[in-house]
């Protein structure tokens, strides 16, 4: 088979969902162009990766005067690639860089980069409805303490399941009333936590009705209203330790029959994690892992979680995301691959979710840059 030949390779400063640069990164081969635009976090746990090494224009001048000039055939010969840029470039650039060779390297071999990556399996859609926390402004000087309320729709097939999470979408603006959005193209609202939980059933009740499952979720994102011990909230107010933010979670779990939880205590708290491990649900690490391998490794030494966010950009390398996913798989432990906050309309995670037999990919419900990503995993559905 004829040999991928690196033509060029480029980057340069593009806007993301909220209007902010990102980087992109163009590689140019035989078979043509192929970018890929990084997306970028708000709400970023302290483990994360830089998204750059020095600032964006440094990665973009890097980028834009490297010379690739060995032969790139498989997955593997990334390696090659971090030993030519890791410490010059950060996460965002270096995630856009191995994914636009990985695009290029799929066409190369005549496979849509799903089925170059060797996956079969199409997770479940994770889509962000009501927002707080980080993510959204106040609503009558108020807003949820908890940053994501999920729902996950539990139909026979992807497509079924975006539809469904588009129904509790539109049942979830009528109940709130709420006319705004926020960054991830979730509902702002004034209420509290339990009184946004409280709606959430009554949608999951309303859709029974019509014969449609569904099932909630938390992204608690606590590290934001964590200070000294202790969690802080505002809507309504109240002070908790940590067994009492434990014992909180436990009693919310339990109330609502939440099926996913994300970072519910703060990103350094792999014992608090623990604490809350139980059957039929899952405590999803997200700030506290940073899809870093060693993180990872704690998490499973300690037993804290039993699902993982994967979010590329946080690590940057594409070897580690990968050795991440397959270290969960190894001790059962559920993979999320995400989008972040700032996103763009390129779809990669989609392909990547599939191409490593994620069992979830969150994606959010709204906006062109979050059903770019819905749309190219129903693609691939239609196709297998």
Not at 36 to 58: I, M
Not at 80 to 106: P, R, T, W, Y
Not at 324 to 340: F, N, P
């Amino acid at each position: 088979m004829k040999k991928m030949i690196i033509k060029k390779v480029t980057a340069k400063s593009v806007k993301d969902s909220r209007g902010e640069k990102t980087i992109q990164v163009i590689v140019k081969t035989s078979k043509g162009r192929f970018k890929t635009s990084a997306p970028c976090g708000k709400s970023k746990g302290r483990f994360e990766v830089k998204s750059y090494a020095k600032n964006l224009e440094n990665d973009v001048d890097f980028i834009n005067c490297l010379k690739i000039d060995f032969i790139i055939e498989s997955f593997e010969d990334l390696k090659k690639i971090e030993k030519l840029v890791i410490g010059q470039i950060g996460g965002n650039s270096l995630f856009a860089l191995e994914a636009s060779l990985l695009k290029a390297l799929a066409q190369e071999k005549g496979k849509e980069l799903w089925e170059f990556l060797g996956g079969v399996k199409i997770p479940r859609s994770v889509g962000n409805a009501i927002g707080g926390g980080l993510h959204s402004k106040v609503v009558n000087r108020r807003k949820p303490d908890f940053q994501e309320f999920l729902f996950i729709g539990n139909g026979k097939t992807f497509k079924e399941n975006v539809k469904i999470n588009k129904k509790a979408y539109k049942l979830a603006k009528k109940f709130l009333k709420s006319r705004r959005r926020n960054d991830e193209g979730a509902w702002e609202t004034d209420l509290g936590n339990e009184q946004v939980l409280e709606i959430m059933n009554k949608i999951k009740d309303e859709l029974k009705k019509k014969g449609l499952k569904i099932d909630i979720g938390l992204d608690i994102a606590s590290s934001s209203f964590y200070k000294n011990g202790r969690y802080y909230y505002k809507n309504p107010a109240q002070k908790l330790s940590k067994s009492e933010q434990i014992n909180y979670i436990k009693k919310l779990i339990k109330k609502y029959n939440l099926l996913y939880v994300e970072d519910p205590l703060n990103e350094n708290d792999f014992s608090g994690f623990r604490g809350l491990i139980g059957k039929n649900y899952l405590i999803v690490g997200d700030d506290l892992t940073t899809t870093n391998p060693e993180r990872l490794n704690k998490a499973i030494r300690m037993q804290a979680i039993n699902g993982i966010i994967v979010k590329p950009n946080q690590i940057g390398s594409l070897l580690k995301v990968k050795k991440v996913i397959e270290l969960a798989k190894k001790y059962k432990i559920k993979t999320i691959m995400s989008h972040r906050s700032g996103e763009t309309k390129d779809n990669i995670i989609a392909d990547l979710a599939v191409g490593w037999d994620c069992d979830f990919i969150k994606t959010g419900i709204y906006g062109s840059v979050r059903k770019a990503k819905l749309k190219r995993l129903i693609r691939i559905e239609k196709t297998k």
